[in-house]
């Protein structure tokens, strides 16, 4: 099948099930990304300047875009987005500037059957398509966040390996720092203490470089109270290097990590997690502590869709329920979606 | 291809200096020009020496309009990557030595390595500026190592000059600048963080890739290169 017919096909079934074939507009203001994410999404952005000053860039994500519509022209209540486009991103040179994306989001349910439908939906409309056996992978980030939350660390270190899952290279990094560094530089502290005593006696309210003395003081105090001794961090790094190693059918998922919890006197809140009770019609279901890893947005429910011969990727999504607001929704609003892989799909 | 070899030279500070004798105590004698920005190398084969911006040299390069120059391997790394693919190094010399450096205030003792400055760069939300901000001569360099250390919250502030300054005068909260000896930070109340190296830098000879291509101005760019052996 020509790659044109793979994607027709596949939005026909996405239109079946009440899914809205939408174009999004190809240029947005630059400023409701970059104000809300920073630098990271700001360098791969293909930005440019009108004759006033301000900034436009092409889009760079459908799922962003279908997002920044929701906000734009549905604003509440469920919309079921479908698309197949284009999308417009810096590469530095790995790849081509222009990316087709194919997929679909539902946006504004809080029904939670939601998440299993949209993976029925996705993994069946590509086995009829493709005509090939698939697996599905699924995890719930919920998971990784309740074990981070009940492990010994200050919160700082708490937060970081939330904030860097996404990022698998960097929290490599970080487990290796956790387990041989320590948080405070000795030679360096007693010279900040002199300094520490005298700022005690400055106007706490002053701000140096955007921060006020009272806050510098308060995170210096924070950091001494709450020292880290090598041998928890490599016991810590261990927990958390076995944990992203679980790797299972999705049927004995609950109890492998009810073992887990076990082993290690931690508590995961399985009890909160919907994928171990999904009905699922794909019977070839893995469930894995590894995926979900890709985008930052993600909060919950994490999948994979992968062929079973030779494990190529056809599809990979997940609920991204704090996304709306990172653009600019005043509350959260649930929302959960999928993109299809559409070169591994063509080829 | 003109038959003359263009040769890019930095047109002022130390780095000109040293570059002119460089080329001395190596035999190769440039014209005194005062304040002329064109000049030539007297005993060697026709060529065109051309004062200008370590930046400018770079870019000039990268477009073949000269064949070879002195710049910064900092500047080289700061350039974009289709600009970068034009240029090979083929000398590291022995002068320019700097550090890219991530640079606080001295005042912020709570804040010792990168990781620390990737957590209270989220206590920046709520407040006027929005972000941390970065302030730089150096974009891209900065985004490559703030992005590679796991910080995404943060603003780039493009400086000029005077950098050092950015900090105490509400025009970002921290800089990253080059530094040989660290003494115009420390005067300025700044301190380099403790993994904040973001490169090391030297003065390089650089060759344009297109112009060694060029069979004719091949040989005459390694007859220079061969006779610059004193680095």
């Known amino acids: 099948m020509k790659s044109k017919k793979y994607s027709e096909a596949l939005l026909k079934f996405f239109i079946k099930k009440g899914f809205k074939v939408k174009s999004f507009d190809n240029i947005i203001e630059s400023k409701i990304i970059i104000e809300r994410s920073g630098e990271i999404f700001k360098r791969s952005l293909l930005s440019f300047e009108d004759e006033s000053g301000k900034s436009f860039s092409l889009r760079p994500d459908l799922t962003i875009s279908a997002c920044l519509d929701y906000l734009k022209n549905i604003k509440k209540g469920i919309f079921k987005y479908a698309y197949f486009d284009q999308a417009y991103r810096r590469t530095f040179g790995h790849d081509s500037l222009v990316r087709n994306q194919l997929g679909c989001e539902v946006i504004g349910s809080k029904d939670k059957k939601v998440d299993q439908d949209i993976i029925n939906l996705i993994d069946y409309?590509?086995?009829?398509?493709?005509?090939?056996?698939?697996?599905?992978?699924?995890?719930?980030?919920?998971?990784?966040?309740?074990?981070?939350?009940?492990?010994?660390?200050?919160?700082?270190?708490?937060l970081r390996f939330k904030r860097h899952f996404w990022r698998p290279?960097?929290?490599?990094?970080?487990?290796?720092?956790?387990?041989?560094?320590?948080?405070?530089?000795?030679?360096?502290?007693?010279?900040?203490?002199?300094?520490?005593?005298?700022?005690?006696?400055?106007?706490?309210?002053?701000?140096?470089?955007?921060?006020?003395?009272?806050?510098?003081?308060?995170?210096?105090?924070?950091?001494?109270?709450?020292?880290?001794?090598?041998?928890?961090?490599?016991?810590?790094?261990?927990?958390?290097?076995?944990?992203?190693?679980?790797?299972?059918?999705?049927?004995?998922?609950?109890?492998t990590l009810e073992k887990f919890e076990k082993k290690y006197q931690v508590n995961l809140n399985l009890n909160k997690i919907n994928i171990f009770n999904f009905k699922l019609n794909n019977k070839n279901l893995i469930f894995s502590t590894n995926i979900g890893r890709t985008a930052e947005y993600y909060s919950g429910t994490v999948f994979e869709i992968i062929t079973k011969n030779n494990n190529l990727n056809l599809a990979s999504g997940g609920r991204y329920d704090s996304l709306m607001q990172v653009l600019g929704a005043k509350k959260s609003i649930p929302a959960i979606g999928g993109a299809i892989n559409y070169n591994n799909i063509k080829n | 291809m003109s038959e003359i070899l263009k040769i890019g030279l930095p047109s002022k500070g130390r780095l000109k200096d040293e570059t002119f004798k460089l080329f001395q105590k190596n035999n190769l004698k440039i014209k005194e020009t005062d304040r002329n920005y064109l000049s030539?190398?007297?005993?060697?084969k026709p060529n065109e020496v051309v004062l200008s911006h370590a930046r400018e040299i770079i870019e000039r390069l990268?477009?073949?309009?000269?064949?070879?120059?002195?710049?910064?391997?900092?500047?080289?790394?700061?350039?974009?990557?289709?600009i970068k693919k034009n240029i090979s190094i083929a000398k590291k010399l022995s002068f320019g030595s700097a550090d890219l450096v991530i640079a606080v205030p001295n005042a912020w003792i709570d804040v010792q390595?990168?990781?620390?400055?990737?957590?209270?760069?989220?206590?920046?939300?709520?407040?006027?500026?929005?972000?941390?901000?970065?302030?730089?001569?150096?974009?891209?360099?900065?985004?490559?190592?703030?992005?590679?250390?796991?910080?995404?919250?943060?603003?780039?502030?493009?400086?000029?000059?005077?950098?050092?300054?950015?900090?105490?005068?509400?025009?970002?909260e921290i800089i990253t600048d080059i530094t040989s000896t660290g003494s115009t930070l420390k005067a300025n109340n700044l301190k380099v963080l403790k993994d904040g190296i973001i490169l090391s830098s030297v003065a390089c000879l650089l060759v344009s890739k297109k112009s060694l291509?060029?069979?004719n101005k091949s040989k005459i760019i390694h007859k220079l290169l061969n006779q610059i052996k004193k680095l």
Do not use: H
Not at chain 2, 115 to 135: M, P, Q, W, Y
């Open chain 2, 113 to 172: 390595t990168m990781a620390d400055l990737e957590e209270i760069s989220f206590n920046f939300k709520g407040k006027t500026t929005g972000k941390l901000r970065v302030a730089t001569k150096y974009p891209n360099l900065t985004n490559e190592f703030l992005l590679a250390k796991g910080l995404t919250q943060y603003k780039i502030v493009n400086s000029l000059g005077s950098t050092e300054i950015y900090p105490f005068t509400n025009q970002s």
């Open chain 2, 62 to 82: 990268s477009d073949n309009s000269i064949d070879v120059g002195v710049s910064g391997y900092d500047l080289l790394q700061e350039s974009l990557p289709g």
């Open chain 2, 213 to 215: 291509k060029n069979n």
């Open chain 2, 40 to 44: 030539s190398i007297k005993n060697f």
């Open chain 1, 169 to 255: 290279d960097y929290f490599q990094e970080l487990l290796k720092r956790l387990s041989s560094n320590s948080d405070l530089d000795k030679s360096v502290f007693e010279l900040d203490k002199k300094t520490y005593l005298k700022m005690k006696k400055m106007d706490q309210k002053k701000l140096i470089a955007g921060r006020s003395i009272k806050e510098i003081l308060q995170r210096f105090e924070k950091k001494i109270r709450e020292p880290r001794s090598k041998i928890e961090g490599k016991f810590i790094s261990k927990i958390l290097n076995e944990f992203l190693k679980i790797n299972c059918s999705l049927k004995k998922a609950k109890l």
């Open chain 1, 125 to 158: 409309s590509l086995k009829k398509t493709t005509k090939k056996n698939t697996v599905i992978k699924l995890n719930d980030l919920n998971i990784f966040f309740s074990l981070v939350d009940s492990l010994d660390l200050p919160l700082r270190w708490k």
